[in-house]
C-alpha cells in the first residue's frame, strides 16, 4: 500500500481515460479506488450492476455452449470409452470363463485317459506277470524233470558200476588171499578152498 | 498492479458492444469465462480424443470427473435424476475450471461475480422448478408438505419449507461468491503485507517472512476450495434436483 499507491493510480488512469474527460475533475478528487470503479458508482466492484447484464449475457453464451459441447460431444464420447471398457471387461471375463471351462474339461479328460491307461498298464503287467510265472514254472518243470531223469539215469549207473565193483572185489581178494597165504604158508591152497574161506567170512 | 484487494474483481471492458441501450460490452470477466469454457473442454476433448481402452494418466482424469458427478448424481437423486446429468457435469467442471483459473495470479476469477454464481444458482432452481411442476404438476406442491407432520404444526413447517426453498438460490450463490472473493481477498492482503514489510528494510524483510508463510499456506487452502466449493456446488445441485424428481419422498 506503502509503495505501490502510485503505480496503481498510473495503471488504472489508462482505464479511465475515456472517462476523465466526461468527469475530469469529480474523478481527480478521489483515491485509486475511485479511479478504478471508472463507472461513478464508487461501489465494491462484484456488486457493480453496470456490468451484469454484459456478464449475464457472456455466461449465457459460453456457458450455453460448454454445456451443448458437454452434452454432445464429451460426455458420448467419455460414456461410450466406459461402456466399451465395460464390455471388454465383460467379454474378457466370458471368454475366460469358457477358457477355464475348456481347460476344467481338458484336464478331466486327461484324468480319466491317465486312469485308463494305468489300469491298462496294470492289467498288461498282470497278464505278462502271469505268462512270465507259468513259463518260469513250466520250464523249471521241465529241467526238473530233465534233471530227475539223469539223476535217476547216473544212479542206476552207480549202482550198476557199484555192484560190478563189489563183484571184483571177490575175485582180488581170493587173488590176494591166493598170493598171501602161498607167501605165509608156501603151500598152494585151491582156488575152491578160497573161494570156501570168503564165502564164510562174507557170512559174517 | 494495484494493492488495493478489489482491484483484482474490477470488471474491465475490451471489446464494448451495447445492443438496445444496454451495455454487453465484452469484457475481461468474458474472456475467462470463454477461457474457463475453453480450458475445460479443450482438456476434456484431448485427453479423451484417443479413446484409449486402456487410458492414459490424463484420459484417467476425465473419465474420475465424469464417474465423480455420475456416482454423485445417483446417490443424490437416483436413476431418474440421470438425465440431468449434462447439467450438473457442465456445473462442476465450469465452476471447477474458474475457480482453479481463478487461482492463477493476474487471472480474474469468473465465479467471484455475485451475478454469475446467481445466475448459475437460478439456472438450477429453474430447472428444478419447471421440471418439478412439468413432471408433476401441483403434485410437486407436496414438497412443501413433508410427510407425518402434526396437522397443528403443518401451517409453520409449511412455511419454513417454503422459506428454505426460496433461499436456496440466494445461499448456493453467495456460499460460492464469498468463498471465492474472501479468498482471494485474504490472499491480496498477506500478499500485500510481504510487500509492504519488506519496504522497511532488513527488520521489515524479516518480519514479512510471516505473512509469506500465510500466503503460501492460504494458496494451498485456495486450491482446496476451489475444488470443494465445485463439489458442493454440484452436491446441492442434486439434491435439489432430487426434489424435482421425488417431490414427495424424502
Excluded at chain 2, 409453520?156 to 450463490?173: C, G, K, Y
Amino acid at each position: 500500500m506503502f509503495v505501490t499507491a502510485a503505480y496503481a493510480q498510473s495503471s488504472t488512469t489508462e482505464g479511465a481515460e475515456a472517462h476523465d474527460a466526461a468527469a475530469a475533475g469529480e474523478v481527480h478528487t478521489e483515491t485509486g479506488v475511485a479511479h478504478e470503479a471508472d463507472h461513478g458508482a464508487g461501489v465494491f466492484p462484484p456488486f457493480d450492476t453496470t456490468h451484469f447484464a454484459s456478464q449475464l449475457l457472456w455466461l449465457a453464451i459460453t456457458f450455453g455452449l460448454f454445456y451443448l459441447l458437454m452434452s454432445k460431444v464429451i460426455i458420448p464420447r467419455i460414456g461410450g470409452i466406459l461402456e466399451t471398457r465395460h464390455d471388454r471387461i465383460a467379454q474378457d471375463l466370458d471368454e475366460a470363463s469358457r477358457l477355464k471351462g475348456e481347460a476344467d474339461a481338458a484336464i478331466a479328460a486327461y484324468e480319466q485317459e491317465l486312469a485308463s491307461a494305468r489300469a491298462k498298464g496294470h492289467s498288461i503287467a498282470d497278464t505278462a506277470r502271469e505268462a512270465a510265472k507259468s513259463k518260469a514254472k513250466a520250464d523249471r518243470d521241465g529241467v526238473e524233470a530233465g534233471l530227475a531223469k539223469k539223476i535217476a539215469a547216473a544212479e542206476a549207473r552207480i549202482a550198476d558200476i557199484k555192484s560190478k565193483a563189489l563183484a571184483d572185489v571177490g575175485a582180488i581178494a581170493e587173488e590176494t588171499a591166493t598170493a598171501v597165504v602161498k607167501q605165509l604158508i608156501g603151500g598152494t591152497v585151491t582156488k575152491a578152498e578160497i573161494a570156501a574161506a570168503f564165502k564164510a567170512s562174507a557170512g559174517n | 498492479m494495484s494493492n488495493d484487494p478489489t482491484h483484482q474483481f474490477l470488471v474491465n471492458k475490451i471489446v464494448p458492444l451495447e445492443i438496445g441501450g444496454i451495455d454487453f460490452s465484452f469484457t475481461n470477466a468474458s474472456l475467462f469465462m470463454v477461457a474457463t469454457v475453453g480450458a475445460a473442454a479443450g482438456f476434456l476433448y484431448l485427453t479423451t480424443s484417443q479413446r484409449g481402452l486402456i487410458p492414459t494418466r490424463m484420459q484417467s482424469v476425465s473419465e474420475m470427473s465424469y464417474e465423480f458427478i455420475a456416482s454423485m448424481l445417483r446417490e443424490g437423486a437416483g436413476s431418474h435424476g440421470m438425465k440431468f446429468f449434462p447439467m450438473v457435469f457442465s456445473l462442476f467442471m465450469f465452476i471447477l475450471t474458474a475457480n482453479l483459473l481463478g487461482m492463477v495470479p493476474y487471472f480474474f476469477t469468473v465465479t467471484s461475480q455475485i451475478i454469475v454464481t446467481f445466475a448459475l444458482a437460478v439456472f438450477v432452481i429453474g430447472t428444478v422448478l419447471l421440471y418439478g411442476f412439468y413432471k408433476h404438476g401441483f403434485g410437486f406442491l407436496k414438497l412443501f408438505v413433508p410427510q407425518g407432520v402434526p396437522g397443528a404444526l403443518l401451517p409453520l413447517v409449511v412455511a419454513i419449507e417454503i422459506i428454505s426453498f426460496l433461499s436456496r438460490p440466494i445461499s448456493l450463490s453467495v456460499r460460492l461468491f464469498a468463498n471465492m472473493l474472501a479468498g482471494h481477498i485474504t490472499l491480496k492482503v498477506f500478499a500485500g503485507f510481504v510487500a509492504s514489510l519488506s519496504a522497511f528494510g532488513a527488520l521489515g524483510i524479516g518480519g514479512a517472512i510471516l505473512p509469506l508463510i500465510m500466503t503460501v499456506a492460504l494458496t494451498g487452502l485456495e486450491f482446496l476450495v476451489a475444488f470443494l466449493q465445485a463439489y458442493v456446488f454440484a452436491v446441492l445441485t442434486c439434491m435439489y434436483l432430487n426434489d424435482a424428481v421425488h417431490p414427495g419422498g424424502h
